[in-house]
């Protein structure tokens, strides 16, 4: 049974390129969250996608956006980069219903984003 | 707003020796408490959770969390640590009435076990 997966692992870009991470959840979910987490920092809630549609987003500018496929797998894209975009993307998979507290979110190893 | 504090980045401490990795949150409404540890180039998993009831949690590996409500407090206890326990602990809360949206973390706490 496939846990989350994300992809690429790792990513190199310059300031003001765009760039997408992709997600695949874990078999059976159908919700995808994402997060950042800074060097040395928490993660921090980005947005989150269910029904192909964004269902609640943190405090994160426009530049960030997403989306969830019929098969529920997601993208993050982020335009214009800025050095402080450099972290790991983290993407977690859960189930509607009931709660993340009773089916909680299942995190993938992430895409660590290096802005030069 | 809701906000977690872990009030010790880092811990260092010998092997089988016991461990508490303190969590304070805040919240004026009722919240869902996690535990997650991350290893070194991994995501996070899930070690323990409290949603109601008895207000000390347990996991599989031996780690325990008591939720204490009038303290706003989920700290995390092991009697014993293993140099395999060396990770990232990152303490989190919920908004029990949007249960399945975001999760609010702490800053995380470094745990060092050495021999």
């Known amino acids: 049974d496939a846990g989350v997966t994300q992809s690429p692992t790792h990513l190199i870009k310059t300031r003001g390129q765009q760039v997408t991470l992709r997600c695949s959840p874990k078999?059976?979910?159908?919700?995808v969250s994402w997060y950042q987490q800074a060097l040395g920092q928490g993660p921090q809630f980005i947005f989150q996608y269910y029904e192909e549609e964004e269902r609640q987003r943190g405090n994160f500018p426009d530049r960030f956006s997403g989306h969830q496929f019929p098969n529920y797998s997601s993208e993050l894209n982020v335009n214009a980069l800025l050095l402080g975009d450099s972290a790991l993307y983290l993407c977690?998979?859960?189930?509607?219903?009931?709660?993340?507290?009773?089916?909680?979110?299942?995190f993938g190893d992430g895409t660590r984003l290096s802005i030069l | 707003a809701q906000s977690v504090t872990q009030l010790d980045s880092q811990v260092p401490v010998f092997e089988e020796a016991p461990v508490e990795l303190r969590c304070n949150y805040s919240s004026s409404v009722s919240v869902y408490l996690f535990w997650y540890v991350q290893y070194p180039n991994q995501g996070l998993q899930l070690l323990l959770k409290y949603l109601s009831g008895s207000t000390l949690v347990e996991s599989i590996n031996g780690f325990e969390a008591e939720f204490n409500k009038s303290q706003t407090s989920f700290h995390l206890r092991k009697p014993s640590v293993h140099i395999s326990d060396t990770a990232e602990y990152f303490c989190a809360v919920e908004l029990a009435k949007q249960a399945g949206t975001a999760l609010i973390f702490g800053k995380g706490t470094t745990l060092s076990v050495s021999s």
């Open positions: 977690a998979s859960s189930l509607a219903g009931g709660g993340a507290a009773n089916q909680p979110q299942h």
């Open positions: 078999s059976g979910h159908d919700t």
